[in-house]
């Protein structure tokens, strides 16, 4: 007689297992505690096999009825059901296991692996520190939309706009990772490129008048804090690189007899090397500053360790201190002091300035052109600029 639901339940453990049949294969493992569980028999090419459902009430009757007939049509058709069920399995577990913090993880290790630059790392780092804080534990094929989205619109309650938007973009690097790797299918970040306050990013503070460059030259002349710090500054106004790649740079970049130094890619927000030339006052600076730090790897190492170097808030806070505010200069700055100033000279090429300031041409025939091409009017522009701020300092 066909199974039944108040049979079932009627059923009492013995001493040992015993089996109560339904039909077609299926049939109740009564187990000595009282556990009842659904398996069914089916056989394929030549073997029998035997495949579990589950246990009583929390699979019913009615579906283990069903799983049953599932199982058997797989058969008529030399599916091993048992082998469906184990793929299943495997392939919840592999959604389980891929949570979006796991995945990031080894995004952040591939990046790392590529040579990015400390800084690129340590932000990245930061961002997927948040998104893991509210979904870092779920499965990345799992997460919508709309769960990043509730993330994203609370930094942005905040009003922490660029904040939220280059969560955003990080949290899409780690989809498009997963993507290419097979972990997920889809970006659920590309349709929030416009859910997002659009925030006007504020230019950093520069100054582009003559007359009052040519204080803050002398004011830098006069600087009575570190004699590094004053070093740097001055550079910074004369090379026009970024803080960053100044803070960071080392010794050995520097070929003194060649007059250039090379800033590998692995410092540089390109990923590209960027070759500088070193005009007359830049080489009496570092000449004065071998002899303060040159015992080391490290241009402006910190006070606290010889094996870092002095931290972004040191340059600006030596500004500060002269008595600029952020409103009206920053390390930055410099380069967009020496952009405007050489742009208005008229004496050089855009091509030229642009490569001096690092600036990548995407397309790669011009960038391969424009590397080469401007050299010589880049060595004569750095003499220029060197000497025009020697003219602004001494203007009063």
Same mark, same amino acid.
């Given at each position: =007689?066909?199974?039944?639901?108040?049979?079932?339940?009627?059923?009492?453990?013995?001493?040992?297992?015993?089996?109560?049949?339904?039909?077609?294969?299926?049939?109740?493992?009564?187990?000595?505690?009282?556990?009842?569980?659904?398996?069914?028999?089916? +056989? &394929?090419?030549?073997?029998?096999? &035997?495949?579990?459902?589950?246990?009583?009430?929390?699979?019913?009757? !009615?579906?283990?009825?069903?799983?049953?007939?599932?199982?058997?049509?797989?058969?008529?058709?030399?599916?091993?059901?048992?082998?469906?069920?184990?793929?299943?399995?495997?392939?919840?577990?592999?959604?389980?296991?891929?949570?979006?913090? $796991?995945?990031?993880?080894?995004? &952040?290790?591939?990046?790392?692996?590529?040579?990015?630059?400390?800084?690129?790392?340590?932000?990245?780092? $930061?961002?997927?520190?948040?998104?893991?804080?509210?979904?870092?534990?779920?499965?990345?094929?799992?997460?919508?939309?709309?769960?990043?989205?509730?993330?994203?619109?609370?930094?942005?309650?905040?009003?922490?706009?660029?904040?939220?938007?280059?969560?955003?973009?990080?949290?899409?690097?780690?989809?498009?990772?997963?993507?290419?790797?097979?972990?997920?299918?889809?970006?659920?970040?590309?349709?929030?490129?416009?859910?997002?306050?659009?925030?006007?990013?504020? $230019?950093?503070?520069?100054?582009?008048?003559?007359?009052?460059?040519?204080?803050?030259?002398?004011?830098?002349?006069?600087?009575?804090?570190?004699?590094?710090?004053?070093?740097?500054?001055?550079?910074?106004?004369?090379?026009?690189?970024?803080?960053?790649?100044?803070?960071?740079?080392?010794?050995?970049?520097?070929?003194?007899?060649?007059?250039? @130094?090379?800033?590998?890619?692995? +410092? !540089?927000? =390109?990923? =590209?090397?960027?070759?500088?030339?070193?005009?007359?006052?830049?080489?009496?600076? &570092?000449?004065?500053?071998?002899?303060?730090?040159? @015992?080391?790897?490290?241009?402006?190492?910190?006070?606290?360790?010889?094996?870092?170097?002095? $931290?972004?808030?040191?340059?600006?806070?030596?500004?500060?201190? =002269?008595?600029?505010?952020?409103?009206?200069?920053?390390?930055?700055?410099?380069?967009?002091?020496?952009?405007?100033?050489?742009?208005?000279?008229?004496?050089?090429?855009?091509?030229?300035?642009?490569?001096?300031?690092?600036?990548?041409?995407?397309?790669?025939?011009?960038?391969?052109?424009?590397?080469?091409?401007? @050299?010589?009017?880049?060595?004569? !522009?750095?003499?220029? @600029?060197?000497?025009?701020?020697?003219?602004?300092?001494?203007?009063?």
């Amino acid at each position: =007689m066909p199974l039944t639901d108040l049979k079932i339940k009627n059923l009492k453990p013995k001493d040992k297992p015993y089996k109560v049949s339904d039909f077609d294969g299926l049939y109740v493992l009564v187990n000595p505690n009282g556990s009842r569980l659904w398996r069914v028999k089916y +056989r &394929l090419h030549g073997k029998e096999g &035997l495949l579990s459902f589950g246990a009583y009430p929390a699979i019913s009757l !009615m579906q283990a009825r069903q799983l049953r007939d599932e199982a058997r049509a797989q058969v008529a058709v030399e599916i091993d059901p048992s082998e469906v069920k184990r793929e299943k399995a495997a392939l919840i577990k592999q959604k389980h296991a891929n949570t979006f913090e $796991s995945v990031a993880e080894n995004y &952040l290790n591939k990046i790392t692996i590529e040579g990015r630059a400390e800084a690129t790392l340590k932000k990245v780092a $930061s961002f997927l520190a948040m998104a893991n804080a509210d979904f870092g534990q779920k499965p990345i094929t799992e997460l919508s939309a709309a769960t990043i989205l509730k993330t994203l619109k609370n930094v942005e309650a905040k009003g922490h706009y660029e904040t939220a938007k280059r969560l955003r973009s990080t949290v899409g690097a780690v989809f498009r990772y997963a993507i290419a790797n097979g972990l997920a299918d889809n970006d659920p970040t590309y349709p929030l490129r416009d859910a997002l306050i659009r925030h006007k990013v504020k $230019s950093r503070a520069a100054i582009t008048d003559k007359i009052k460059l040519g204080g803050l030259l002398r004011a830098i002349d006069g600087y009575e804090g570190q004699v590094t710090t004053r070093i740097g500054l001055e550079l910074l106004a004369i090379l026009a690189t970024r803080p960053g790649e100044m803070r960071g740079a080392e010794w050995a970049e520097f070929d003194f007899d060649a007059n250039i @130094w090379t800033i590998p890619a692995a +410092r !540089m927000k =390109m990923r =590209m090397p960027h070759t500088v030339p070193l005009p007359k006052r830049a080489l009496e600076l &570092l000449a004065e500053l071998k002899n303060l730090t040159g @015992w080391g790897v490290l241009l402006f190492p910190s006070l606290r360790s010889s094996k870092r170097p002095i $931290s972004e808030n040191t340059l600006n806070s030596a500004l500060r201190r =002269m008595g600029y505010t952020g409103e009206e200069m920053t390390s930055h700055g410099f380069r967009a002091t020496f952009s405007t100033l050489a742009n208005e000279s008229g004496l050089w090429h855009p091509d030229a300035i642009e490569r001096a300031l690092a600036h990548v041409e995407r397309n790669e025939v011009r960038r391969a052109y424009a590397r080469g091409a401007h @050299w010589d009017e880049r060595v004569r !522009m750095a003499d220029w @600029w060197a000497a025009e701020l020697d003219c602004f300092k001494k203007a009063i």
